[in-house]
């Protein structure tokens, strides 16, 4: 388990990759973003982006699945407050594979709740063409060690 | 159908309710966010949050939904480029009924695409004690009427 304390700004983290299928856009789209672009493959090659892509909060769920399995769930984690400047930079499109890099930029302990700080990480999402797809400044609450309370 | 020289700034839209039950948070946090206090009603109750709380992405999906079928539908939408100040100010709790409130704060045309606008949105998702739970920035590309290009 890591704790507020182990964090070092400039560390890399990155996950493994995760394949979206056009089903799993479609179906999530139903669900929370029913615009046609991405439930409708037809609609979606006459519009804008030329075929379906995913809601950017599907994108951004993804991201957070993954960096749940590569890296929060081993972090004493206490949730987020939010997060800064979340740019959808390109379509994420059926078949594409998607991994996150997240750099830690900055950490404060809390002067409230001296038994947990605050890191922030610059995120990026990337798709199998090294192109960044989804960018984001997160912020996590992460617990203090109990020795350190 | 409203395009981008529709929207005034100032103006605010609302959305209906929608309620969250116990089973839609495990199912989505199993999902994108299995984090124990979003998954595991028993952990939950150990964790800081006292209780089971809906993943943060969870709200903004749900959020994202009540827009669409409350305005964004009718919207000439053509995507966003993104959201700045995304903040979870309070716990999403089973049972919990939200609402959207999105005030229009900002529009600019595009120079590289003088048949699109972008206009900027405060947005809030608000529960049924009139607690701000989620705030954000958040940025939709809308097209202009054809006879405006």
């Not at 400047?85 to 930079?89: H, S, T, V």
């Given at each position: 388990m890591r704790y507020f304390e182990d964090f070092r700004i400039g560390e890399v983290m990155e996950t493994g990759p995760a394949t979206v299928s056009e089903e799993e856009i479609i179906t999530f789209a139903r669900q929370f973003d029913p615009q046609p672009f991405h439930i409708d493959p037809a609609a979606a090659r006459k519009s804008f982006y030329g075929g379906l892509i995913a809601s950017g909060w599907h994108t951004a769920a993804i991201a957070m699945r993954l960096m749940v399995d590569g890296f929060i769930g081993n972090y004493a984690s206490m949730g987020s407050p939010g997060l800064d400047?979340?740019?959808?930079?390109k379509p994420v499109r059926p078949g594409d594979t998607l991994k996150v890099r997240s750099t830690c930029i900055g950490k404060k302990r809390s002067d409230k709740r001296p038994d947990m700080g605050a890191c922030r990480f610059s995120t990026e999402v990337i798709n199998q063409n090294e192109e960044v797809v989804l960018s984001m400044i997160n912020i996590g609450l992460i617990r203090c060690r109990k020795d350190a309370i």
């Open positions: 400047e979340l740019r959808w930079l």
